[in-house]
């Protein structure tokens, strides 16, 4: 075999395949015995594996039925609330008007349980006084001395009439020494039960630092939105909101307030601390008045840290609390019959495929089969990959995508086999064929799949959750196609067309000329063919036919000057 560029381009290209391959299992197994956390086998969905059950009841603050536009909201920041955990086809509805159904596939684990079952709401609230999370101070010996348990008799009514949520008014005397005597690693009362109109009394998420919090002044139902990113100046990690009408009209009074205090050096009463769940996840200064409802947070953020807080207050308000009404193991709504007839019918599609295109490329129908084998495998890791990394689940629908895929992965086969058959046809070498092929092919079938791969991501951006399994694989294993014919279908067809059994154009190769009706040689001669009704040479006449038709119009005029140069020169010899 000669040793020339394409072939060591198509060697060096089917080595980078054979490395990607082995990076991927590389990748899945390290999941699987290094963090035990991935499998060999995909991750299936609700409908194929069952899972757990949780309702939640809901609950206003007045006792009032709640709405069925609090309810859809509700499920709406749950359904949030599951992604952001990496749950994937998870199904979400209300029931009855006051329920909310999660069906998780799986059993759910502590954190993700804790995540749905959360029912505080995300409030805002005026800081008023902090201190560390201890409950102790240095006394007169040096050593440290737990504050006092608060005294009943002192006095818990504000004198005067606070003015507003950062007054000191509200730090009354049993308050204040209750918040002295609050130990952050022993807290006392459930601080996400504490009343809105009511100061509160409780800690940051780490427990290091305690806060005494004035009423509540919003709710994290103001958020329409909250997005990390850098700051253009400095370059350091932010968090950006975004209110609506309501919030952004509110948090300008609040924005005047804590400026003023800013101003006059009244910290920490230019703090306003973001509580959810109880707990503060976050306790800004107000650096100047925003008007806009668009404040950004900023301090020693990194990219996780900025994104988990921008995850909190985008998905932590919700308009109700609730309370869990039971929590069960469901099974599976479609079960492992119909994953297997899924799978039997994506078998028979696959052998159908292999069978016609044996039938109809003859030897080079085995390059089909090898680069759909090739696809399934890459496929398979993938998939597991993102069941680890993205919780990506597989639905009927996923497996619905998955045989699809098989149909749309032969097209771009058939599209550059037919293409090296026209350069065959033409007269061209096969080596020729299989580069010119290529140069024409793949044109096409970039096109092609880009539409494929657009239709895919409207269809996985606007449908409901039961087809968005289709649509992420139906794009998954597109991509996926366009790689595989780039890296190993081309540099396959490179190497065999310089095989002595497809460079020969063998009549089982599905390479054969003769049998393709190769009837233009050059630029300058045709082969005779003949003129028959039936049987090869009719064939070959249509062949001839088909070329004919194909031919450029600059091929057109230089074939009928050298049919008029022949017939002149034919004529010249007569007359002499």
Request: aromatic share 6%.
């Given at each position: 075999m000669a040793s020339s560029s394409p072939v060591r381009h198509a060697w060096r290209v089917l080595l980078g395949l054979l490395l990607v391959t082995a990076a991927l299992f590389g990748v899945n197994a390290l999941g699987v015995y290094g963090f035990q956390k991935s499998s060999w086998t995909p991750e299936l969905?609700?409908?194929?594996?069952?899972?757990?059950?949780?309702?939640?009841?809901?609950?206003?603050?007045?006792?009032?039925?709640?709405?069925?536009?609090?309810?859809?909201?509700?499920?709406?920041?749950?359904?949030?609330?599951v992604d952001a955990a990496g749950v994937a086809e998870a199904d979400i509805t209300t029931e009855g008007g006051r329920n909310i159904v999660v069906q998780i596939p799986g059993v759910a684990d502590e954190q993700t349980r804790a995540r749905i079952q959360a029912s505080a709401q995300l409030e805002f609230r005026a800081v008023i006084a902090t201190n560390a999370g201890?409950?102790?101070?240095?006394?007169?010996?040096?050593?440290?001395?737990?504050?006092?348990?608060?005294?009943?008799?002192?006095?818990?009514?504000?004198?005067?009439?606070?003015?507003?949520?950062?007054?000191m008014a509200w730090a009354t005397?049993?308050?204040?020494?209750?918040?002295?005597?609050?130990?952050?690693?022993?807290?006392?009362?459930?601080?996400?039960n504490a009343p809105e109109d009511q100061p509160l009394i409780t800690c940051d998420e780490t427990k290091q630092f305690k806060y005494l919090l004035g009423p509540v002044e919003l709710t994290g139902d103001v958020i329409e939105d909250a997005t990390n990113g850098r700051d253009p100046k400095t370059g350091a990690w932010l968090v950006q909101l975004t209110m609506d009408d309501k919030g952004t009209e509110a948090f300008g009074k609040v924005s005047q307030r804590l400026n003023e205090n800013r101003i006059a050096g009244l910290s920490p009463r230019d703090q306003f601390a973001f509580v959810l769940d109880g707990d503060v996840i976050s306790a800004p200064r107000m650096n100047g008045l925003i008007q806009d409802g668009r404040p950004s947070i900023s301090g020693s953020f990194t990219l996780e840290t900025s994104k988990t807080l921008a995850d909190q207050l985008k998905y932590g308000a919700l308009p109700l609390s609730f309370t869990v009404e039971s929590s069960d193991t469901i099974s599976a709504t479609l079960g492992t019959q119909q994953l297997q007839i899924g799978l039997i019918a994506g078998l028979i599609g696959l052998a159908l495929v292999a069978?016609?295109?044996?039938?109809?490329?003859?030897?080079?129908?085995?390059v089909i089969i090898a680069s759909i084998a090739v696809m399934a495998v890459l496929t398979y890791v993938i998939i597991c990959i993102l069941a680890w990394r993205l919780g990506f689940r597989l639905s009927l629908a996923g497996v619905a995508g998955l045989i699809v895929s098989i149909g749309f992965t032969a097209d771009s086969f058939i599209v550059y086999f037919e293409r090296i058959r026209d350069e065959l046809r033409d007269g061209k070498s096969i080596t020729s064929a299989?580069?010119?092929?290529?140069?024409?092919?793949?044109?096409?079938?970039?096109?092609?799949?880009?539409?494929n791969i657009l239709a895919a991501v409207v269809l996985y951006i606007l449908a409901d959750a039961t087809v968005k399994g289709f649509a992420f694989t139906l794009g998954l294993t597109t991509l996926i196609d366009v790689f595989i014919f780039v890296i190993f279908t081309h540099p396959v067809m490179q190497l065999l067309a310089r095989t002595r059994f497809f460079g020969g154009g063998h009549r089982l190769s599905g390479l054969d000329p003769e049998a393709l009706g190769s009837v233009y040689r050059t630029r300058s001669q045709y082969r005779e063919v003949a003129t028959s009704t039936a049987g090869r040479a009719a064939k070959n006449a249509r062949s001839r036919g088909e070329a004919d038709r194909r031919q450029t119009i600059a091929e057109r005029k230089r074939a009928d000057a050298l049919a008029g140069d022949r017939t002149t020169s034919s004529g010249n010899e007569g007359d002499a």
């Open positions: 969905a609700l409908d194929l594996q069952g899972g757990t059950q949780i309702v939640l009841g809901a609950a206003t603050g007045d006792g009032s039925a709640p709405t069925q536009e609090q309810m859809d909201q509700a499920a709406s920041i749950i359904r949030q609330r201890t409950n102790e101070f240095v006394g007169e010996d040096g050593k440290n001395t737990p504050y006092p348990t608060p005294d009943p008799s002192l006095n818990a009514v504000p004198t005067p009439e606070p003015t507003d949520a950062s007054d005397p049993k308050l204040t020494a209750e918040f002295l005597a609050y130990d952050c690693a022993n807290p006392t009362g459930d601080p996400a069978v016609y295109s044996l039938i109809s490329y003859r030897a080079l129908g085995t299989v580069e010119d092929g290529w140069g024409r092919a793949k044109r096409t079938i970039y096109i092609s799949k880009s539409i």
